[in-house]
């Protein structure tokens, strides 16, 4: 099976950057195009004959359109590219817009490398269910494609924990080489005990990795990194 071809759509250069790499990072997934601006994206769409985009990652707060108005443009003109919405939006009546348009998937800004990932893995395999020849034998086989595509939450928090503070460690987490829970605690403002907490959790949970952290008298201090 050939690679899903990528269109990044997102105003702001290091986290176009950003976004390109992370996508080339899972197996299976190729950019054809960055686009920061709706004119831009249109315009790369228009112009891929031939190699078509599969799947579009938009940023919905672009300079000259909003991401829906992009997404209602490429409806009108027939496009049944499948949109994964990369953006800070959190107004629910966009979100509702966004799934009237087909958006396939929504993905809040800050956020880690392992939710992105999750995210086109749960679309490659939704789309290799979708693209496979022949009909579905039963309603199962539907509810099993959708739940491939939506998805629940892989792991339910331990009793202590919120799923805020949980998204607020992960957002330090991934902005550091690689963070003690002494750290951790110093940047968001818990309890160096509770930050460990999380952190142990994000390492069960197969979010983050932990590892020695030499080079200081003593013990080695133990440092997380997300996945």
Do not use: N, W
Not at 6 to 18: C, Q, Y
Not at 42 to 60: K, N, P, S, T, W
Not at 187 to 205: D, F, K, M, P, Q
């Amino acid at each position: 099976m050939t690679d899903i071809r990528v269109l990044v759509v997102e105003d702001e250069p290091l986290l176009a950057e950003a976004h390109r790499a992370y996508a080339e990072r899972v197996p299976g997934f190729a950019v054809v195009g960055v686009a920061h601006t709706a004119r831009e994206a249109m315009a790369a769409l228009r112009q891929q004959a031939g190699r078509e985009v599969d799947l579009v990652l938009l940023d919905f707060r672009l300079p000259d359109l909003h991401g829906l108005e992009v997404c209602r443009a490429l409806r009108a003109a027939g496009s049944t590219v499948d949109v994964l919405a990369v953006t800070s939006a959190r107004d629910l009546a966009v979100v509702r817009t966004a799934v009237s348009l087909g958006v396939t998937h929504y993905l809040l800004k800050p956020f880690t490398f392992a939710a992105f990932r999750d995210k086109l893995e749960r679309y490659a395999e939704y789309r290799r269910q979708a693209l496979a020849a022949g009909e579905v034998a039963a309603q199962h086989e539907v509810d099993r494609m959708f739940a491939t595509l939506r998805g629940a939450t892989r792991h339910t928090l331990p009793k202590g924990l919120d799923e805020q503070t949980l998204q607020t460690v992960l957002a330090v987490l991934g902005a550091g080489p690689g963070l003690s829970a002494t750290e951790v605690s110093g940047r968001t403002g818990i309890s160096r005990v509770t930050a460990r907490r999380y952190l142990e959790y994000l390492v069960t949970a197969e979010r983050a990795v932990r590892a020695p952290r030499y080079g200081t008298p003593g013990r080695p201090e133990v440092e997380y990194r997300p996945v």
